[in-house]
C-alpha cells in the first residue's frame, strides 16, 4: 500500500507529533501608514507529559 493511499486517524497523527514533540512558531506586526508599531515572535513547544518527561511546573496542587 502507498503513502497516498494510506488513511490516519486524526487521532493517530496527534498522538505521533505529540510523542515527540511539536514547535510552532510564528511572527506579528502591527503597523499604521508602514510604520511599524509593535513586532511579537511567538514561539511554542507542544508535547506530551509522562513519567519520563515531567512537568516543568511540578507536582500539582
Known amino acids: 500500500m ?5 488513511r490516519v486517524a486524526l487521532v493517530d497523527l ?3 507529533l505529540l510523542a515527540g514533540g511539536v514547535v510552532i ?8 501608514a508602514d510604520v511599524d508599531l ?6 511554542a513547544l507542544i508535547s ?7 512537568s516543568p511546573w511540578g507536582r500539582p496542587l
Do not use: H, N, W
Open 14 to 16: 496527534l498522538d505521533r
Open 48 to 54: 506530551s507529559v509522562s513519567a519520563e518527561v515531567p
Open 38 to 43: 509593535v513586532r511579537v515572535d511567538l514561539k
Open 2 to 6: 502507498s503513502v497516498e493511499q494510506r
Open 25 to 32: 512558531g510564528g511572527d506579528l506586526t502591527l503597523s499604521i
